[in-house]
């Protein structure tokens, strides 16, 4: 299982990865306004790198449910500093979090490797053919509307089927468009236009979104259906939570965690697959 980039490869067939989370917004439900800064926005970077990251996903728009968009503009002025200061310390793996092409393209000249779309290239027509052109690693991510709209009432049928059906008219789409399956990376979206329910199910069937042996990414890390679940709204209570859903995750086949916390969540993975490799004497 590699996840390739122009550049860099990234075998997962074996050992899983984290992806820290670095919110260049004012508005993120999480961390929002910390790290508008890009030099402190860097040096938490620097931080989640120190603690085990190997790939560090910037996002310059906030895309918890109810955000309003912002321009490629701005979101280009937010997100290309810090990609350009995190370059010049480290040479691992940038993911820019964007569903615009001119953000993506902007991020890809500037360094990144990784484009990671919510919107599952679907936001901007010209979104394939950037990532075809840079070569890049890609996310393919699943919604139902968009962040203003899409937990007002999502509804399906069967929510893991239509996703798992979804990933796959992807594939094929994506490869039809010139795109290497090694490029391709799947992530179900955790409450992107999904109830508590949905999540659930998800979760529960993370092992039918493998599609073509490309790995896929899960992002529950802090999520509000933790907080629905456990019964309080505190924002510190949920991270624990989301260390057991990476467990879960990586015990169902789940290659990259999108996470808050890194330590934590790289030691329960690796718990995890010392229990999965371990052979007796």
């Known amino acids: 299982m590699i996840w390739a980039s122009a550049t860099k490869t990234l075998d997962l067939s074996s050992r899983a990865v984290i992806m820290g989370i670095l919110n260049a917004t004012p508005d993120s439900f999480s961390d929002g306004g910390k790290y508008l800064d890009p030099e402190k926005a860097c040096q938490h970077a620097l931080s989640m790198i120190a603690a085990g990251a190997e790939i560090i996903d910037i996002g310059g728009e906030s895309t918890r449910?109810?955000?309003?968009?912002?321009?490629?503009?701005?979101?280009?002025?937010?997100?290309?500093?810090?990609?350009?200061?995190?370059?010049?310390?480290?040479?691992?793996?940038?993911?820019?979090?964007?569903?615009?092409?001119?953000?993506?393209?902007?991020?890809?000249?500037?360094?990144?490797?990784?484009?990671?779309?919510?919107?599952?290239?679907d936001a901007d027509a010209k979104m394939p053919e950037v990532c075809r052109e840079a070569k890049c690693a890609v996310v393919v991510m699943h919604r139902q509307g968009t962040p203003a709209t899409m937990q007002m009432n999502p509804l399906y049928d069967n929510v893991v089927d239509e996703i798992r059906s979804y990933f796959q008219a992807k594939y094929s789409q994506l490869c039809t468009l010139g795109l290497s399956p090694s490029q391709l990376c799947f992530d179900p979206g955790i409450g992107f236009g999904?109830?508590?329910?949905?999540?659930?199910?998800?979760?529960?069937?993370?092992?039918?979104?493998?599609?073509?042996?490309?790995?896929?990414?899960?992002?529950?890390?802090?999520?509000?259906?933790?907080?629905?679940?456990?019964?309080?709204?505190?924002?510190?209570?949920?991270?624990?939570?989301?260390?057991?859903?990476?467990?879960?995750?990586?015990?169902?086949?789940?290659?990259?965690h999108r996470v808050h916390e890194i330590r934590e969540n790289l030691e329960a993975i690796r718990m995890i697959e010392a229990i999965q490799n371990y052979q007796p004497s």
């Open 65 to 121: 449910p109810g955000a309003d968009s912002v321009s490629p503009e701005e979101e280009i002025r937010r997100v290309i500093p810090v990609i350009q200061c995190l370059r010049r310390h480290w040479q691992g793996w940038i993911s820019i979090d964007t569903t615009k092409s001119s953000v993506a393209a902007h991020a890809l000249a500037a360094g990144a490797d990784i484009v990671n779309d919510i919107s599952g290239l």
């Open 194 to 256: 999904k109830s508590v329910e949905h999540n659930w199910q998800i979760i529960k069937n993370l092992a039918a979104f493998h599609i073509a042996d490309r790995p896929v990414l899960l992002g529950a890390s802090r999520k509000s259906f933790i907080a629905k679940t456990i019964g309080t709204n505190l924002l510190s209570a949920r991270s624990w939570p989301s260390v057991a859903l990476t467990a879960f995750g990586r015990s169902n086949g789940v290659m990259i």
